[in-house]
């Protein structure tokens, strides 16, 4: 909108029917007054709104990243199960981030989260949590599920909170789960939650975790989904929690990675031994305003350190929030994002070609 020309008088002064000087007097001048003040208020909203059009305007989307307890916990594995310093390295990424415009990103760290209400959550667009399984310990290890064992059942009123989570995704706020967190091993509950949060559960006996160097190639099918912006193959090495029991013929799911692995610490039915053979490693689920990821990955902390597994992951958390992800992918200004030393547990298990290992940045 451009700011009004100046504008002509209605009247000339000059004119022989009037006086050298217009007088007005009483309510004819105070009307003369606030019409003039109206006037000027008009011609400055319209001037600021030509400066910055969108300034009263922009939204704002804010993420929660929520850990667990770490387990694994011991000097022979560090750098494994970093859920804490994950997610703060998330974090200080999409709060760096580089190419997202005309939105406002709000973040939060809430770490070992114990509630058993939503007040916590509520006005939240995207959670995000890496945490144990809700079955592998008698303590609060998941920022949603407090514990269960295996067959039993939730009371009342955790069951009415756990209803209120699945409201607060209807409505708009995204779930993202990472690595263990994605299985519920036994839950019912949870089985039943995620199966409606995002189409897709770990089950018992079915689920894997092999962990070795992985071949993560793009879906082909898949390859205009937002996630997958300037996402390319990457070699790296994980323990990726796989092999997931699915709504059959879910059209609200998308399948976004295959991988593969030449040799881990485990093996599949119709494979030879240690060898994973091509499967669905990852994939996105959008119902309405429902939008929810599980990503079974993230098990070395190193890991962050591979560029095109980064963008995948910041990828992931932007679109789970509801934001539009750049062309190209999410870019982040965040330096040093390596916070634990580089785990050398199964170096001898076979290495793809291609594979490079991340290199700890100067940290002094």
Not at 68 to 86: F, L, M, Q, Y
Request: proline residues 7%.
């Amino acid at each position: 909108m451009r700011c009004p020309k100046r504008i002509k008088p209605i009247i000339n002064l000059n004119t022989p029917m009037m006086t050298d000087k217009l007088i007005l007097k009483g309510p004819a001048n105070r009307i003369f007054r606030l019409l003039s003040i109206l006037v000027l208020l008009v011609y400055i909203f319209c001037c600021s709104a030509v400066i910055n059009p969108a300034s009263a305007q922009m939204p704002t989307k804010t993420i929660y990243f929520l850990s667990g307890i770490r387990d694994h916990a011991s000097p022979t594995v560090g750098g494994r199960h970093e859920v804490a310093k994950d997610m703060l390295v998330l974090q200080h990424c999409i709060d760096s981030v580089a190419n997202i415009k005309g939105v406002k990103i709000i973040t939060k760290y809430l770490p070992e989260r114990s509630a058993l209400n939503v007040d916590d959550l509520k006005g939240v667009d995207a959670v995000i949590v890496e945490a144990s399984s809700v079955t592998s310990s008698q303590r609060r290890t998941h920022p949603i599920f407090p514990p269960l064992a295996a067959g039993a059942k939730y009371d009342k009123a955790t069951l009415a909170y756990l209803n209120q989570i699945d409201s607060l995704q209807a409505a708009g706020m995204g779930i993202m789960m990472l690595h263990w967190g994605i299985t519920a091993e036994g839950n019912l509950p949870a089985t039943e939650h995620y199966l409606r949060w995002f189409g897709e559960a770990g089950h018992p006996n079915y689920t894997q975790n092999p962990l070795g160097y992985w071949i993560v190639t793009p879906i082909k099918a898949a390859a205009k989904h937002p996630i997958l912006r300037g996402v390319k193959p990457w070699v790296y090495k994980d323990e990726i929690f796989s092999r997931l029991i699915v709504n059959p013929g879910d059209p609200y799911r998308t399948d976004l990675l295959m991988g593969e692995s030449p040799e881990t610490n485990q093996s599949e039915v119709g494979s030879p031994k240690n060898v994973i053979s091509p499967r669905c490693i990852a994939s996105a689920y959008e119902k309405g305003k429902q939008r929810g990821v599980l990503w079974g990955g993230m098990d070395f902390h190193s890991a962050l350190l591979n560029e095109n597994y980064l963008r995948f992951v910041l990828n992931e958390i932007v679109w789970v929030a509801g934001i539009d992800v750049p062309k190209g992918g999410v870019k982040t200004n965040a330096k040093q994002l390596q916070l634990a030393p580089i785990n050398k547990t199964y170096e001898k298990t076979k290495i793809p070609e291609g594979y490079i290992e991340p290199k700890l940045p100067n940290t002094k």
